[in-house]
């Protein structure tokens, strides 16, 4: 799996958009960006993956660059309960197995 | 996607006892794991489980003081053996699902251990 880098801590006021961005420059043609989070020692929850276009969902969107190099999860109106660690995952989509768990980012919302 | 639990959700043990863990999913799955997140850090793979196979351990996990059972497509249990105070850890369970746009991997909530 490629290895990705992610800022290690951010802060956002609520009800404004974060913007939690990941960098994933050996990612490979075959390889998916997925999003997780997780809440003061729950299970990571999933957010939402992509492979090469933008994709959105009730939770978030994911913006993944033209070269794919690097990714953007962006959730549009942040409240008191987004605040978590976000992790960047990047794997294959099919068969992959495991999921190799960086450091993310702690996200902290603000009042 | 898929509904996980795992019991028990806490557990506080003596040191030299063993813990099992058990997780249980609301669908059949080919692929299940078994991740450690040790107290500030972030989670590390201990095993894959398939169903029918011998589980596959990762890097510095040993099936003697983890085993871990796979009777059947939605259940799994993992075992801490001979505990001492390192293994305190949360112990997640996950799964793998298929989907058009690529698998997806989910997680149980979790057990927290604490060894005294």
């Known amino acids: 799996d490629a290895k990705t880098t992610q800022p290690p801590s951010m802060d956002c006021a609520e009800g404004r958009a974060a913007n939690l961005p990941c960098n994933h420059s050996t990612i490979s043609g075959n390889e998916y960006v997925y999003w997780y989070r997780q809440i003061h020692s729950q299970g990571p929850q999933y957010i939402i993956h992509g492979l090469k276009n933008n994709e959105t969902n009730e939770m978030a969107s994911l913006i993944i660059t033209e070269d794919r190099k690097s990714s953007t999860l962006i959730l549009p109106h942040a409240t008191l309960r987004d605040t978590a660690v976000y992790y960047c995952i990047v794997r294959v989509g099919t068969n992959a197995g495991k999921s190799t768990f960086g450091d993310g980012t702690t996200l902290t919302v603000k009042p | 996607s898929a509904v996980i639990s795992q019991k028990p959700s806490r557990d506080i043990c003596q040191r030299g006892t063993s813990l099992t863990i058990q997780c249980q999913v609301d669908?059949?799955?080919?692929?299940m794991f078994w991740y450690r997140q040790q107290p500030g850090q972030s989670l590390t793979l201990i095993a894959t489980?398939?169903?029918?196979?011998?589980?596959?351990?990762e890097s510095g996990f040993v099936i003697d003081k983890f085993p871990i059972s796979r009777p059947n497509l939605t259940f799994s249990t993992l075992t801490v053996s001979n505990m001492s105070p390192e293994d305190s850890s949360i112990y997640l369970c996950?799964?793998?699902?298929?989907?058009?746009?690529?698998?997806?991997?989910?997680f149980g909530p979790g057990t927290r251990l604490t060894v005294l």
């Open positions: 669908s059949q799955v080919t692929m």
């Open positions: 996950s799964v793998e699902v298929g989907g058009l746009r690529g698998d997806t991997q989910y």
């Open positions: 489980a398939n169903q029918g196979s011998e589980a596959t351990y």
